[in-house]
């Protein structure tokens, strides 16, 4: 793995301080300072929200939600860095020289998946429930569904990947309804190489 | 646009006819007949169209023969046989006519073979695929074919240089530029002909497919630049004329795509009108594109390029607009005319070949372009892939680049350019043709027969078909999403950036303008895979339950014990003068039995299988309009019942009816209003019950709610004759209802508990049944049912009712007794009575109004209509049921002013 990369594995024990020259997280800590505006040395719930795109898109509350897990009010550079490495695509080299005993990276296949998980499931009990399921559809079929056809939509889908047959889908059950799709390239984004 | 080519494709073929025709016409045109001629042959008059006709005929026949067997066809691409049946005919014209004829004509084949090739791949081109790979596909096709042009025309001018060219090959380096600037793109047509038979995955085919369409514009500015240096001579070419062929090549392309769009955009914007002329649509889809195309070559831009933007641009648009059955019908004709396109294509291209008079033959030149077009194609590819892949999430590996080289087919479009050269501009011209020839018969057929198991020995990766669900559309809308939102983050305005951004504005600004209000809703995908899905069950279930409708469905263990007049009464009853029942929904507390549940499925199987009697034949001859004919209905109400059953399945989860309480309620009354007449208005005979239940302000509601509804859904049907929105429409109600059947067997309180074989009855499964049905029928009011498929379903419905009527079994189960007391003073069901009240439809409505108790009708019609479909055919022996329809809506409307 050359300079370029940054290193995951080592970065949540690294203090948050500047990173190497000439690395790509070098660009994401110019990023981090910008979106910081006063200086503060963390991001806070605030200074996402105004990023103007991140407003209009339907799921960017829940985006924003993301960076800040159990409750924290602020995210470091390191933490920032986290949550964006979801997203790094998956090198086909890696794999073949990954160190067994070390975690399962950030970009993994199951972790892509966890991530989206959790923008569903939103009261964290590790299922989405019908209800669940209704809001996130509501967010993103077009005001001109009723809200009975949404209903139905929301019982179907909820159905469709229910297999105990308790009307919710767990993680297990949410990758099993994806595991046709290519998950490592659709949730990958090239420049965070 | 085939008939307005015919007479054009003919032209140039009728003069060759003229030879032989005096053969064929005897008599005609000698002296003048000196009387009525009984017998008159005049092949003349027809001879054009004619022979383009049975050239096609012949193709097609030719095409039916190939597939007749599979194993031919497995192996061998259908472009390669037409094009040796084209050789073979050829040379059998040659034999006979002792000169070749019927060649492929550019003109012909730029104007009307190309456009229906091109307008099909751009309409039905992925165009998210097609976005996705957009660079990749732009450098292939731009840098791709200059690179190829070049290198190919310099070292053929090299190995000319060499000596190994003949010398009576007199071409200079400009020459050998042109054509390698016109043997050097790859060919749309050839290859859309191989790779649809390979299955290669969707990424590689989209790249190779991609760049031979949008490499037109190159190829037609490299051959046009190279083609006036030719003309001017090499040694009047001023620099200028070289940054003007740069900068041709800018304004070709970009004006090509321009034209496309700005077509594109009248098309999808003329769609919205067409509300009330649906026959047209198909053609304005033709007629719009075939426009753009005719356009852009008028202004020499890249018309191929026009043709695809305008395809790709405008099908979202005009797939929303025009009606489910224009959309099949552009979809086959447009299919049709590709096929037909590029089988004439291939054939002409052989019987072209076995003119000797056009060409001559170089063995150095033709072995050293095979060698050159392949050696640069698998170079070029090479070199760009590894400067790609630097850039690509998802890297192209070495097979793929090895498909890609070696997928580079060349076709008709090379051999037209060629034949368009000058001969006394360019010398050597003739050579050049016989190496097209060779080029084009070698990659079709060569690479064409060996692709396939190439692909196969290679192990590329095949595309796979899965059936899409809603959870892979939801979650791919929201990868897109979330990808969209990252970039934001991270403040890189990537491609999921620029994506989502136009994503927007097509919502805010363009569909709106583009698309008809009602036409919106289809438009969003994850409702439109909900919706397929739906119609692909309902349609599988429906072919199981048929089955069980005809063998358990008329086997019912209870079919003897068959009465229950009062109890179908009652229900009648109850539910007509409910309608302020929905307060009552909450109120009844009855534990439903075993039985009772096996009865709601049979029902709710019956009303799914049921849907198949319907009548076929609807003599229509109008021109303008087409009829809804049984399948579209049949599809419609599949999908009703579909839904229907579906909340049925999910109603032990609906406890959260509340908020739309008020509304089903009054459509309910609103619908029975519309059955019969307005049951406030009940006069005589019987006096309507249980009123306490209904106060006055709920019958004012009701009046309201209908006539709004009323004109809502008129409107709603007008507007949208196609049905799609209708559907939706219906569904809601359907949905609706089902919450109110929900509700009727989820919520017990008890508080005011009407009688109690009523009580019973409404609990009853097909209570929520019949209010459906009614809204079936309403909207279906021509179903007929065949004789021994009636008979079957009295019985098991009897059956049905008998089974399910708790407190009240012992009295109706004898049968043919009188009903039992508390149903004494109901209207009889009709299946029992020999009165039939259908009648009533027929009359105007004051007399309806005057002649017939209101209460009867109230109370019967509803089940009338449950029981319409069996009774179909009897009375369209009064009336037919679109006059009922149109009277039922009359006394509908006065019903609603009461």
């Given at each position: 793995r050359g300079p370029r990369h940054f290193n995951l594995e080592l970065l949540p024990d690294a203090p948050p301080g500047v990173p190497k020259e000439g690395t790509d997280l070098l660009r994401l800590y110019h990023r981090f300072r910008a979106l910081d505006r006063n200086k503060k040395g963390y991001l806070s719930r605030v200074d996402l929200q105004q990023i103007g795109a991140l407003a209009v898109n339907p799921l960017g509350e829940r985006i924003i939600d993301s960076f800040f897990p159990d409750g924290n009010l602020r995210v470091d550079f390191p933490g920032f860095v986290r949550v964006l490495a979801h997203f790094r695509p998956v090198d086909d080299d890696d794999s073949g020289m990954r160190d067994p005993k070390q975690p399962e990276p950030l970009n993994s296949r199951m972790n892509k998946l966890r991530f989206v998980f959790q923008l569903y499931d939103l009261d964290r009990d590790g299922k989405i429930s019908r209800h669940e399921m209704l809001q996130v559809l509501r967010l993103m079929?077009?005001?001109?569904?009723?809200e009975e056809q949404l209903e139905s939509i929301t019982d179907r889908t909820v159905q469709e990947a229910d297999e105990d047959g308790d009307g919710a889908v767990s993680f297990l059950e949410f990758t099993k309804s994806l595991e046709k799709m290519d998950i490592e390239q659709k949730m990958s984004i090239r420049i965070l190489k | 646009m085939l008939l307005a080519s015919l007479p054009l494709l003919g032209l140039p073929l009728a003069g060759a006819a003229t030879t032989e025709a005096p053969t064929q016409e005897p008599?005609?045109?000698?002296?003048?007949?000196?009387?009525?001629?009984l017998f008159r042959w005049q092949w003349h008059e027809v001879e054009a169209p004619y022979l383009v006709a049975l050239w096609i005929l012949v193709a097609s026949l030719a095409k039916i023969v190939f597939h007749l067997s599979r194993k031919v066809t497995s192996l061998v691409p259908e472009s390669c046989l037409l094009i040796l049946l084209g050789l073979v005919l050829g040379g059998i014209v040659l034999a006979v006519a002792k000169k070749a004829e019927y060649q492929l004509e550019p003109g012909t084949f730029f104007l009307f073979l190309l456009p229906p090739i091109v307008l099909d791949s751009g309409y039905f081109m992925p165009s998210r695929l097609f976005f996705d790979n957009l660079g990749a596909i732009l450098t292939y096709a731009v840098v791709g074919t200059l690179w190829n042009a070049f290198t190919t025309g310099a070292a053929l001018w090299g190995l000319q240089q060499a000596g190994l060219v003949a010398p009576r090959v007199q071409a200079s380096l400009l020459d050998f530029l042109l054509f390698g600037s016109l043997i050097s793109a790859v060919d749309p047509v050839a290859v859309l002909a191989v790779f649809e038979e390979v299955h290669v995955n969707d990424t590689l085919f989209i790249i190779v497919f991609g760049e031979s369409l949008l490499n037109d514009a190159v190829t037609v500015v490299l051959y046009k630049v190279c083609n006036s240096f030719v003309e001017m001579g090499s040694?009047?070419?001023?620099?200028a004329d070289y940054l003007k062929g740069v900068a041709s090549l800018f304004v070709v392309s970009l004006g090509g795509a321009a034209v496309g769009l700005v077509f594109a955009f009248l098309l999808a914007l003329t769609t919205r009108f067409t509300k009330r002329v649906r026959i047209i649509e198909p053609l304005l889809v033709f007629l719009l594109a075939y426009a753009a195309y005719l356009t852009a070559e008028m202004a020499s831009l890249s018309a191929i390029l026009a043709v695809t933007m305008c395809g790709l641009g405008c099908k979202k648009y005009v797939e929303a607009n025009i009606s489910h059955k224009s959309r099949t019908a552009v979809k086959y004709t447009m299919k049709t005319l590709a096929s037909c396109a590029e089988t004439v294509i291939f054939m002409l291209l052989g019987i072209s070949a076995?003119?000797?008079?056009k060409w001559a033959w170089d063995s150095g030149l033709v072995l050293g372009t095979l060698f050159f077009i392949l050696f640069f194609r698998a170079l070029g590819v090479v070199l760009q892939t590894w400067v790609l892949n630097q850039f690509r999430l998802v890297p192209l590996d070495k097979i793929d680049q090895v498909v890609m080289s070696y997928g580079g087919l060349r076709g008709a479009v090379a051999f037209a350019l060629v034949i368009l050269l000058d001969r006394t501009k360019v010398p050597a011209k003739d050579y050049f043709v016989a190496t097209t020839i060779v080029v084009v018969f070698f990659t079709v057929i060569v690479q064409g027969l060996t692709i396939k198991p190439l692909v196969k020995w290679l192990k590329v990766k095949r595309s796979e078909h899965h059936k899409p669900t809603l959870n892979q559309e939801l979650h791919e809308h929201t990868f897109d999403h979330i990808l969209a939102a990252v970039e934001d983050v991270v403040g890189h305005h990537g491609y999921h950036y620029w994506r989502d951004r136009w994503e927007q504005f097509d919502k805010k600004y363009l569909s709106q303008l583009l698309m008809r209000r009602s036409a919106y809703r289809i438009r969003d995908q994850i409702w439109d895979v909900y919706y397929r899905l739906n119609i692909r069950d309902a349609i599988s279930f429906v072919d199981q339950g048929g089955h069980v409708l005809s063998s358990t469905g008329l086997t019912?263990?209870?079919?003897?014990?068959?009465?229950?007049v009062a109890e179908t009464s009652v229900t009648n009853l109850l539910r007509e003068s409910g309608s302020g029942a929905c307060l009552d929904l909450q109120v009844i507390d009855t534990v439903r039995s075993v039985r009772d549940r096996e009865d709601a499925a049979m029902h709710h199987l019956l009303c799914g299988g049921l849907y198949k009697p319907r009548r076929r034949y609807k003599a229509s001859c109008s021109r303008h309009f087409i009829s809804e004919d049984a399948q579209e209905r049949q599809d419609k109400e599949i999908f009703q019942q579909n839904m229907k059953r579906r909340l049925e399945s999910f109603k032990s989860t609906k406890h959260n009816i509340c908020f739309n309480k008020s509304k089903p309620r009054p459509r309910k009354t609103g619908r029975k209003k519309k059955d019969g007449l307005a049951n406030t208005e009940a006069t005589n005979g019987k006096p309507l019950r249980d009123l306490g239940f209904q106060d006055t302000a709920a019958v004012i509601l009701t009046v309201e709610s209908e006539e709004e509804e009323e004109s809502d859904s008129s409107e709603t049907e007008k507007e949208d004759d196609e049905g799609i929105i209708f559907v939706a429409r219906a569904t809601s109600e359907v949905l609706q209802e089902g919450k109110v059947s929900g509700s009727l067997e989820v919520c017990p309180s008890p508080r005011i508990i009407p009688p109690s074989p009523t009580c019973a009855e409404k609990e009853l499964p097909w209570k929520s049944g019949q209010g459906d049905l009614a809204v079936y029928v309403s909207s279906e009011t021509t179903k007929i049912v065949p004789v021994d498929m009636q008979a079957g379903w009295n019985q098991s419905i009897s059956s049905l009712e008998s089974l399910a009527s708790p407190p009240c079994t012992q009295a109706p189960t004898m049968s043919r007794l009188p009903p039992c007391p508390l149903a004494a003073e109901e209207p009889q069901p009709p299946f029992d009575l020999p009165y039939d009240p259908r009648p009533s439809f027929a009359f105007p409505p004051s007399l309806a109004k005057a002649g017939r108790s209101r209460s009867e009708s109230s109370a019967d019609i509803p089940q009338q209509q449950e029981l319409q479909p069996l009774m179909g055919h009897e009375d369209r022996t009064h009336l037919s049921p679109r006059t009922a329809n149109s009277h039922w809506c009359i006394q509908f409307n006065k019903g609603g002013r009461l």
């Open positions: 079929v077009g005001v001109q569904v009723t | 008599g005609s045109s000698g002296e003048p007949p000196p009387g009525l001629a040694a009047n070419v001023q620099a076995v003119d000797s008079s019912l263990p209870s079919m003897p014990s068959r009465n229950s």
